[in-house]
């Protein structure tokens, strides 16, 4: 209940900040338009690649065990689709990855400064600090670390994802059933290790993008990048993990919800629905690093407050 609480209270002191300040709406806007208008190009591209996945991964009418050999996913994946998959992850890790960086300084910098009552900048200034300071340097650092876990992560999950829905098909075919009515306990056992191990390895994911958010948050505010800010920021976090936890399936679920209503709709052939959908991905994406801001500065103040009532205790018991 304690940890339901605190999520709250990060939400709402996330969501009071866009109010403080005209200048964080506008440069929040500006920063988001080159992400927009890449996002509608990628989304469509995207969606369109998983549809057409999805075809392969389906096994055709009739098939049994006997067609194996015929049967041949990999076999099956064209020239032009390995083409668009290498796209695809060369549009994800550069100017994807690029662009969310820069909406990202933005937006921490700036929601920094309102959550701890300073006089908010301008995007002008923000941008003079960043690059006349040259505080580029530890994000992208540490944020090239996140990239390359996030990535590690992320492919992890899609495996177990896969595996089990390819499975599930073998499983269920009708004739091949038919033929091996014993492997339907085998289908009812798969399924439950590979939901338990989606679920473990999701909320191992979710504890891990707590960490790798809230160190890419200090590094940007405090001068310390790489190893360093993935270890300060996993001590900072301990005490408040189950609620940033929360605060991840949050954000996951409102990604993933999107494109899977959108695969579902049919959003890829019209450009107004795959427009919504980016909108509400960019709105969603400078929302996280407000939260991840947030989120940040409670952890901090939380363990000062911890450090100092240890000095006092060690104080007391040294007087005694």
Request: glycine share 4%; charged share 20%.
């Amino acid at each position: 209940m304690k940890q339901v609480q605190e999520f709250l209270h990060i939400v709402t002191g996330a969501l009071a900040i866009p109010y403080r300040s005209i200048n964080f709406i506008i440069s929040s806007l500006v920063t988001s338009l080159p992400l927009f208008f890449f996002l509608i190009l990628y989304e469509m591209i995207f969606q369109r690649t998983v549809l057409e996945a999805s075809e392969l991964l389906v096994l055709p009418p009739g098939y049994s065990e006997r067609d194996d050999y015929e049967y041949d996913q990999p076999r099956r994946m064209t020239k032009d689709f390995v083409l668009k998959l290498l796209l695809l992850g060369l549009l994800y890790l550069v100017p994807f990855r690029f662009l969310e960086f820069f909406n990202m300084i933005v937006t921490v910098n700036l929601a920094s400064k309102l959550h701890e009552g300073e006089k908010p900048m301008s995007l002008k200034e923000v941008a003079h600090q960043i690059f006349s300071e040259a505080r580029l340097k530890d994000p992208l650092i540490t944020y090239v670390y996140v990239l390359l876990l996030s990535t590690c992560g992320l492919l992890g999950l899609m495996w177990l994802v896969i595996n089990c829905y390819i499975l599930s098909w073998r499983f269920w075919d009708d004739e091949y059933l038919l033929e091996k009515q014993i492997f339907l306990s085998g289908h009812v056992l798969l399924n439950v290790i590979f939901g338990s191990a989606f679920i473990a390895v999701l909320i191992k994911y979710l504890d891990w993008c707590v960490v790798w958010n809230t160190s890419i948050v200090y590094s940007i505010l405090e001068e310390s990048y790489g190893t360093e800010a993935l270890m300060t920021s996993f001590y900072l976090s301990r005490g408040s993990k189950q609620s940033g936890r929360l605060l991840m399936l949050a954000f996951f679920i409102w990604g993933v919800g999107l494109r899977l209503t959108c695969l579902y709709t049919g959003c890829s052939e019209r450009l107004s629905d795959i427009t919504i959908q980016v909108l509400l991905l960019c709105i969603g994406n400078v929302l996280k690093w407000v939260v991840c801001t947030v989120y940040f500065h409670n952890c901090k103040k939380r363990t000062l407050v911890k450090i100092d009532e240890q000095v006092g205790l060690d104080d007391k018991n040294v007087n005694v």
